[in-house]
């Protein structure tokens, strides 16, 4: 979704900023003249759990990729089940590791994150791509996750 985090810091309009907060930790996340892809996003939710704790997480990272998304001049792209289901992922596997740890430790110890086809383990596509799922919260119509079942 983003290109380089270069760009954040060259637009000049002033409905183009992001959020210092949110500035920052793309700082963190991606190098420069980087992506913003899968593993950014994880990281992204990696962050934002160990910042603002789990069940203030899927909040916070759903209003960071919203703004994102419209930065990018691309709102459509957000969806809030898919963030919610992936921060929910991060926070669970945060909870069951050594607290303290950094985000390659935490990718390691959970390579199956990164692999962004595991949330198809849990959703159909036709339920991800309804529009129910894109503005608000839809449970799983495959696999319940673990810490709901």
């Given at each position: 979704m983003i290109q380089s985090h270069n760009r954040h810091q060259h637009r000049r309009h002033s409905g183009d900023?992001?959020?210092?907060?949110?500035?920052?930790?793309?700082?963190?996340?991606?190098?420069?003249?980087?992506?913003?892809?899968?593993?950014?996003h994880i990281h992204l939710a990696f962050l934002a759990v160990q910042r603002h704790g789990a069940a203030r997480a899927p909040e916070v990272v759903a209003r960071w990729i919203g703004r994102i998304a419209a930065y990018e001049r691309a709102p459509q792209k957000f969806n809030a089940t898919v963030t919610r289901a992936w921060t929910e992922m991060v926070a669970h596997h945060v909870a069951?590791?050594?607290?303290?740890?950094?985000?390659?430790?935490?990718?390691?110890?959970?390579?199956?994150l990164l692999d962004k086809r595991l949330l198809a383990q849990h959703y159909s596509a036709r339920v991800l791509a309804s529009p129910?799922?894109?503005?608000?919260?839809?449970?799983p119509d495959r696999t319940p996750f673990l810490w709901t079942a």
């Amino acid at each position: 979704m983003i290109q380089s985090h270069n760009r954040h810091q060259h637009r000049r309009h002033s409905g183009d900023r992001l959020a210092p907060e949110l500035t920052a930790v793309l700082a963190e996340i991606v190098p420069p003249g980087g992506a913003f892809r899968h593993r950014q996003h994880i990281h992204l939710a990696f962050l934002a759990v160990q910042r603002h704790g789990a069940a203030r997480a899927p909040e916070v990272v759903a209003r960071w990729i919203g703004r994102i998304a419209a930065y990018e001049r691309a709102p459509q792209k957000f969806n809030a089940t898919v963030t919610r289901a992936w921060t929910e992922m991060v926070a669970h596997h945060v909870a069951a590791g050594p607290p303290g740890t950094d985000f390659d430790s935490f990718a390691d110890r959970n390579p199956a994150l990164l692999d962004k086809r595991l949330l198809a383990q849990h959703y159909s596509a036709r339920v991800l791509a309804s529009p129910a799922a894109r503005t608000g919260w839809v449970e799983p119509d495959r696999t319940p996750f673990l810490w709901t079942a």
